[in-house]
């Protein structure tokens, strides 16, 4: 009844399942990652891959940077905020 009460509120939660398809087929591709340390680290980076794109960034290169500041001991760097309109 949301839909009712704020029109402004999508009908179907068609976005969200779009945005799964991806990790979805990579789970039927790959037959799933068989541990859950895998499945961690898979939903880990489905979660810095989506919100990097978001934000308009490269998660390639987000992730690169991470991994490179790690290797120096370094602390991770953070997703920068979204810019609100």
Known sequence: MRVVE?????????VAERSLRHWVLLRKITFGSR?????RVVALLASVIDTARLRDLNPWEFIAQTLAERRKNQPVPRLP???LA
């Open 6 to 14: 704020t029109p402004a509120h999508p009908l179907t939660n068609n």
């Open 35 to 39: 541990t859950a340390q895998g499945s």
């Open 81 to 83: 905020m979204p810019v």
